[in-house]
């Protein structure tokens, strides 16, 4: 919940700056410092959204692992939702990526995106082999 009020005020932020005046070059110079600042609160948040859940991996996997094997489908089911919440949140900071303008941190934080993406694939492999053991379920 801390997420999506965090979420709906960075996008508030960004459509705020979007709406300021741009009649003299000090009008638009101010918008686009207010959008710049917008959007770089705005792809924050998905990226901690990501970040956050590709940290839960390491409880599924205990959970797979050591959990209650009439259960282990819901540690499989878990890693499919930890993935599918970290390709939407990183859809996410890449659409507020498109409009700053600090060339460093678009590609920082987009391979970060990638190794995310990567890498939860790879973990949630692992987990649902756990939960069907010597079978690839899905292809990362």
Excluded: W
């Excluded at 939702?81 to 409009?99: D, F, K, M, S």
């Amino acid at each position: 919940m801390e997420y999506i009020e965090q979420d709906v005020e960075a996008f508030n932020l960004v459509m705020q700056a979007y709406k300021m005046p741009k009649d003299t070059e000090e009008q638009k110079a101010e918008r686009e410092r207010a959008i710049q600042r917008a959007l770089l609160e705005a792809y924050s948040v998905p990226y901690a959204v990501a970040d956050t859940a590709f940290s839960m991996f390491d409880i599924v996997d205990f959970v797979a692992e050591f959990g209650n094997k009439n259960a282990i489908t819901d540690a499989g089911v878990a890693a499919i939702q930890l993935y599918a919440a970290i390709e939407a949140a990183v859809l996410n900071v890449r659409i507020n990526l498109e409009g700053i303008k600090d060339i460093d941190l678009v590609s920082d934080v987009d391979m970060h995106c990638k190794r995310f993406l990567i890498e939860a694939a790879h973990r949630k492999e692992e987990i649902l082999l756990k939960c069907h053991p010597g079978e690839m379920l899905l292809h990362p």
